[in-house]
């Protein structure tokens, strides 16, 4: 079993950063991928970033790229996102997961095993 705990979420100014974290504890950390999705009120879950434990590839949504980083830190067995030039579009509640997606599945929800409780982040315009 993995166990999963977001924090870090908030409000934040349009334009402005905010740092989340995903504590990870259970099974060995680093054999698995590790991934954020995002789900705004009445939208579906997307997918927002993803990094492989092994060798950190890192995958994007493009409504992301180049805004906001995905990390890790293997001795803590901790993911960051962080999130800059944020905008209001970005209000959703985060999501952190981990499983073991197919390299060419990274952005699919649905190849990920275990998820957190999420955290709200809210962007001000």
């Known amino acids: 079993q993995v166990q999963l705990v977001e924090s870090g979420g908030g409000l934040v100014q349009a334009g402005g950063s905010l740092r989340l974290s995903c504590a990870a504890s259970?099974?060995?950390?680093?054999?698995?991928?590790m991934g954020w999705f995002r789900q705004a009120p009445g939208k579906e879950r997307e997918f927002v970033a993803a990094?492989?434990?092994?060798?950190?590839?890192?995958y994007y949504a493009d409504s992301v790229k180049d805004r906001f980083t995905i990390s890790g830190d293997n001795a803590k067995n901790t993911v960051y996102l962080q999130m800059n030039s944020a905008k209001p579009e970005d209000t959703a509640v985060y999501y952190c997961?981990?499983?073991?997606?197919?390299?060419?599945?990274?952005?699919?929800?649905?190849?990920?095993?275990?998820w957190g409780q999420g955290t709200q982040v809210t962007v001000s315009s």
């Open positions: 997961a981990a499983g073991s997606p197919g390299l060419f599945s990274m952005n699919r929800g649905g190849e990920y095993d275990y």
């Open positions: 259970g099974r060995p950390f680093s054999s698995y991928a």
């Open positions: 990094i492989r434990r092994s060798g950190g590839s890192k």
